[in-house]
């Protein structure tokens, strides 16, 4: 089992910063990668970005550009820096991993964007 806690998040304006944070804890060992996904009202959710233990990182392409992640391994935590960011942005924000077999989801952040 692995639990996933993200934090941060809230109200932003537009060109405004926020930035995501998630911890991972349990069997977190084995994680070999981690990803941010997002949830707006009466869509479907999609993936922002996700970065592998070594480092590689991809980006929506909505996104790419203003967004960063980052992965610290020994603290195993993952972080969503958000700039420039759009009311377009505005959802729930959720940390996501998968291992052996399963797939593991936080509870969501929400994030609101005005104009």
């Known amino acids: 089992q692995v639990q996933l806690v993200e934090s941060g998040g809230g109200l932003a304006q537009a060109g405004g910063s926020l930035k995501l944070s998630c911890a991972a804890s349990?069997?977190?060992?084995?994680?070999?990668?981690m990803a941010w996904y997002r949830q707006a009202p009466g869509k479907e959710r999609e993936l922002v970005a996700a970065?592998?233990?070594?480092?590689?990182?991809n980006y929506a392409l909505s996104v790419k550009g203003r967004f960063a992640i980052s992965r610290d391994i020994f603290k195993n935590t993952v972080n969503l820096q958000m700039t420039r960011l759009k009311p377009e942005d505005t959802a729930t924000y959720y940390c996501?991993?998968?291992?052996?077999?399963?797939?593991?989801w936080g509870q969501g952040t929400q994030v609101t964007v005005s104009a």
């Open positions: 970065i592998t233990n070594g480092g590689s990182a």
């Open positions: 349990g069997r977190s060992a084995n994680i070999n990668w």
């Open positions: 996501n991993t998968y291992l052996e077999g399963n797939d593991y």
